[in-house]
């Protein structure tokens, strides 16, 4: 999963860059400069309001503050949200991030897992910290390789960027953006094998076969629908200007989309600066979680699922996320359904106490099981 993350990160770090023009070569540039400042501290402003045609809306105004120490790859951010005309609300969120290793105050944690599964779990520690155990180390090395790799992007398209002194100007209209995207997405298909080598399994190899084929299949799948998405979000801008001064970069960008379906409007503002010397502790007080952990966390609980047997006797066995199918002895006796006791015992897990071979299903309420009939699909299912 962090894999993905980081190809996604690269993918938007293409996506607000370059063409390349000489305008844009000159706007990565600037770009690169940044990455090379010892630290940053970062203040951004957002907004986000969506509102779709049956009457759902949401309206956010974000506070963003964030520092980061570039060679170390330690970063801080805490976001506080407004949350506007009834919108749910959204608690404070601290994180930090030490390579690929991802810390997370408890209250913005628990309610991700509340909001995922459902669930309320209890944890002592302040933060919850998330391993990387990926074999992937972020660090400043992997950010080279991945720069190397989108400087030498050249998707024979002008983006349309805009330079006035060290002020840099870009406006993408709905066609553009989808062109733009169906751009990317072909330069990746023919450049997967350029990708950072510690960003895809050892073993990953790609013939020009196999680039032929998800080209192919991108363009049975995919390339038709352009014109379909064009028309979807016919309307819809993204402008954005960046200003580069010595020690500091500041960012102005709105993207504004319009479907069928809704609305939606999402402005930043952000000014960035040079710093020296920062400083950034980790927290103390940690819980560690690793990914299995987590994804049993943000699971939601599956609710019962029976052993559900037909009048043949026929069955099938639901145990967690696994099933289990076979066939029971089953005997009808004046209207009554019976079933062989040591074959149940063994499918519900557990021992029924009875000195008969058979028992009766509407027996087992008795002993604490729940035995419904289906109707629709004429089987007993017990609980």
């Known amino acids: ?50 509102k779709t045609t049956d009457g759902f809306s ?3 105004k974000m506070d963003i503050k964030s520092k980061g120490i570039m060679k170390d790859m330690v970063t801080y951010i805490e976001v506080n949200t407004e949350a506007l005309e009834n919108s749910p609300a ?54 080279d390789e991945i720069m190397k790799f989108v400087e030498e992007i050249d998707l024979g398209m002008d983006m349309g960027m805009v330079q006035d002194g060290n002020k840099y100007t870009l406006n993408l209209d709905s066609d553009k953006m989808i062109d733009l995207l169906d751009a990317y997405m072909r330069y990746i298909f023919n450049n997967m094998d350029k990708l950072p080598s510690s960003l895809m399994p050892a073993d ?57 379906m809704g609305n939606g409007k999402l402005a930043m503002n952000s000014v960035s600066n040079k710093v020296s010397d920062l400083k950034i502790s980790l927290p103390a007080s940690v819980k560690v979680v690793n990914q299995e952990e987590l994804n049993e966390m943000m699971m939601p609980e ?34 009554a359904t019976y079933l062989n006791v040591n074959q149940l015992s063994e499918l519900l897990s557990t021992i029924i106490e009875t000195k008969e071979d058979f028992i009766r299903t509407t027996d087992l309420v008795n002993l604490g099981f729940d035995v419904q009939w289906n109707a629709e699909s004429k089987t007993i299912d017990i609980y």
């Open 1 to 50: 999963m962090k894999k993905l993350s980081l190809i996604m990160a690269v993918l938007m770090i293409m996506l607000s860059t370059m063409g390349f023009t000489s305008v844009e070569k000159a706007y990565w540039e600037e770009n690169k400069k940044i990455m090379q400042w010892e630290g940053v501290e970062s203040d951004q402003d957002l907004s986000l309001n969506f």
């Open 58 to 60: 949401i309206n956010y």
């Open 90 to 143: 959204i608690p404070q969120i601290k994180m930090y991030t030490k390579g690929a290793d991802l810390y997370i105050n408890k209250e913005a944690f628990l309610a991700f897992v509340k909001l995922s599964s459902q669930k309320d779990i209890e944890i002592a520690e302040d933060y919850v910290k998330i391993t990387n155990e990926q074999n992937v180390e972020i660090s400043a090395s992997l950010m």
């Open 302 to 335: 599956m609710p019962p699922m029976p052993l559900s047997i037909s009048l043949d006797g026929s069955y099938v066995n639901f145990k967690g996320n696994d099933f289990t199918e076979g066939k029971i002895e089953i005997k009808n006796v004046n209207g």
């Open 204 to 260: 990953f190899k790609m013939t020009e076969e196999e680039k032929q084929e998800m080209l192919a299949m991108y363009d049975a799948f995919v390339t038709p629908y352009k014109d379909t998405a064009k028309a979807a979000i016919k309307g819809s801008t993204y402008y954005q200007v960046d200003t580069f001064e010595e020690s500091k970069y500041s960012q102005e960008a709105v993207l504004d989309i319009k479907t069928p």
